[in-house]
């Protein structure tokens, strides 16, 4: 089975930095894209970060200034790098995959089980 783990939430205080890791194992001939989406409570998922193999990144303007998205293709990780954390930025953040698994010719979308971050003021 294809499994995405994420690692490195917690809790911090305002400004504070964390570091998220997620990596991704199973049956994966190739990954297309990596990254994460975050979820506030009462908020619907949305997308905080995404980096493509060969290093196209997609990163949400309330977050670009203060977050650095990168990924390790031999890996298979992605990493996210959070600075100058905010209260808003409170909320469980999931690692999503598009890779190819190898029993499937079309690519394929995986998602962590999520990962708390808690920003304290």
């Known amino acids: 089975q294809v499994q995405l783990v994420e690692s490195g939430g917690g809790l911090v205080q305002a400004g504070g930095s964390l570091n998220l890791s997620c990596v991704a194992s199973g049956p994966i001939v190739s990954i297309n894209a990596m990254g994460w989406y975050r979820q506030a409570p009462g908020q619907q998922r949305e997308l905080a970060a995404i980096i493509t193999s060969v290093g196209a990144i997609n990163i949400a303007d309330s977050v670009k200034d203060r977050f650095t998205i990168s990924i390790d293709n031999r890996k298979s990780t992605v990493y996210l790098q959070m600075t100058s954390l905010k209260p808003e930025d409170t909320a469980v953040y999931y690692c999503?995959?598009?890779?190819?698994?190898?029993?499937?010719?079309?690519?394929?979308?995986?998602w962590g089980h999520g990962t708390q971050v808690t920003v304290s003021s």
């Open positions: 999503w995959s598009e890779l190819r698994r190898i029993d499937l010719f079309e690519l394929s979308t995986y």
